[in-house]
């Protein structure tokens, strides 16, 4: 349930929910280093496909607090996530500071974008919305590629990744000589689990109350005293910064970036689609979107260019018969399975548990 | 002087095919309300039969504006039978998601069955290659005959619309859907035909601008989606009059962009900001297009 329970049982629940979370969070964070003691030199290629899936679970869920709980459908996310990602690439490639102030830049220059962008587009509904979206993203897109003195034009910025290290150079003691991914993997870990559990909390909180009143209907929730443009704005600005902050992590990681990677349109895509796969509106869905189709996306490699053919072929399906994605479709499984063993006993409907 | 004329004259021939694009989409969003993000993608589909018209049976692109037309409004119809109309009552949201999932298909279709390489259209004959000269002002005449079929198409669609019994219902099915229904006009074939005529235009579109670009890739047709917005957003949504009137401004924004753009800020390269950011502006400060007012 996205809401918050209360009662003696519900905090049961809940304590178990956290208790199972940090075990999980931990078996994650230790799973690199068996990995590297297990598969040795071979465990970067792994490595880099676990970071993938996790900062795909990271975006799924950044827009999945726009989109899933406010219903403001954005498709032009790939903008934060390029700026995020220029912003870092921009100061190790130009001033060679450290890779960590672009984690922190990256977020800010996006959450005042996504504040300008939300003013312009939050007087607009529907479509409009979705269309501004579309058209910021391209038009970031297009000044990447030809502002070329700044942003190094089509072939975008490339620097030697020692540049772009958040250690200095890897503990040797913990990895022996593999030249690591691993705290890369730790960072994107930290950053997913800060965007889950920010998703989480809005979700559970006033906030996340407002912005699913604003998702179904926009003109109710203003009549029972909510402000409307400003619960979309801050879901919009959060959302845009942690995207922000996942594409300026990519970007050290990758050691290059250009407009054809960062900023292309069906990245934007990709990212609804972790959300809308999983699961919209919901904590656990956009993670485990985003896991899933980039195990998806791996496996499709070898069909070559037209592997998004997949990814428009689920999205046609999903909105035609698993609406509520895959966690809303194995709610529904669920809840008719007990519904049906609830009926068995003979108890009356109003003291079982909905 | 004269680079200021040839860039005019230039932005109203583009605009007048971008017009015919907008067009297709305001059919569309005026009977339905459905907004169809897979316009741009049924360009590219235009473009495609075009070429195959062309390079298979040595049809003359203008020429295959007679296959383009009937099987893109053939096409239309099934896309609206199977896809659109059992989600016209679902949220914005989802059909949103789903003609963009169907534009994602279309073009990855393309990309399938004819690879991502450009397919070359290029015929020759004096229609091709000779250019009209007044003055130093040069126009293609491959230009201005894809500009007088645009207007033709629009022209015989308006008519169609304001004098026939099936353009009126069509209209009233635009104005209130509902009443619509109550005075017995099939709302259902209507929207079947606005789907048709709507995929048919935009194929229109496709063949007309297969001479002009010379080539055809499956990617070809996305910047049109969003061109194709920001022409019904200018002219306001659901007219035919604005969304031609919103066509050529586009047309005339991009060319004056593009010839005159400074280096500093992008150069040509940079001109659709332009036409993207007259159209956030029209959306922040007059959101019923600059002649908005009525609907088809």
Known sequence: MAYMEFGPAARARRRRGYVLSAIIVFALAVLPIVLVEVQGRRANSTLALLISMITAAGLGTAWNILGGYAGQLSLGHVAFYGLGAYASGLLIEKLGVTSWLGLLVGPLIGGLVALGIGWITFRLRGPYFTLSTIAIAEIIFLLSKTLEPITGGSSGLSWDLNQSRFWPRDPQWLFGPTPGRVPYYWIALAITVIAVIISWKIAHNKLGFYLRAIREDQDTAATIGINNTRMKLTALVISAMLVALIGAFRANFEGAIAPDTVLVRSKSLEIVLFAIIGGMGTVWGPVIGGVLLTLVGEALRGIGEANQLVYGVLLVLVIFFLPGGLLGGAKTLLARLTTRRANQTNQPAALREA | ?296
């Open chain 2, 1 to 296: 002087m004269e680079t200021f004329i040839q860039t005019f004259i230039t932005g109203i021939l583009t605009g007048g095919l971008y017009a015919l694009i907008g067009i297709g989409l305001n059919m569309v969003f005026g009977v339905m309300r459905v907004v169809n993000f897979a316009h741009g993608a049924l360009v590219m589909v235009g473009m495609y039969l075009t070429w195959l018209a062309f390079s298979f049976l040595g049809i003359d692109p203008f020429v295959s504006l007679f296959i383009t037309l009937p099987v893109m409004f053939v096409f239309g119809i099934v896309l609206q039978r199977v896809f659109i109309a059992p989600l016209l009552k679902a949220p914005e949201f989802n059909q949103i998601l789903l003609t963009e999932g169907l534009g994602i298909i279309l073009v990855n279709v393309a990309l399938l069955l004819f690879s991502g390489n450009y397919q070359l259209v290029n015929p020759s004959g004096p229609l091709y290659d000779d250019v009209l000269r007044l003055g130093g002002v040069v126009l293609d005449y491959k230009r201005l005959v894809a500009f007088f079929i645009a207007l033709i198409l629009t022209g015989a669609l308006f008519w169609f619309l304001s004098r026939t019994d099936i353009g009126k219902s069509m209209r009233a099915t635009a104005q209130d859907r509902e009443a619509a229904r109550l005075m017995g006009i099939n709302v259902r074939r209507v929207s079947e035909l606005a789907m048709g005529i709507g995929v048919a235009m935009a194929g229109a579109a496709g063949t007309l601008l297969t001479p002009i670009y010379q080539r055809v890739e499956p990617f070809i047709g996305a910047p049109f989606t969003l061109r194709a917005f920001v022409v019904i957003v200018l002219g306001g949504l659901g007219s035919i009059t604005g969304a031609t009137v919103g066509g050529i401004l586009l047309g005339l924004v991009e060319a004056f962009a593009g010839a005159y753009n400074p280096t500093f800020l992008g150069g040509a390269g940079a001109a659709p900001i332009y036409g993207f950011l007259i159209f956030l502006a029209v959306l922040l400060f007059k959101p019923s297009g600059l002649f908005g007012g009525s609907r088809l």
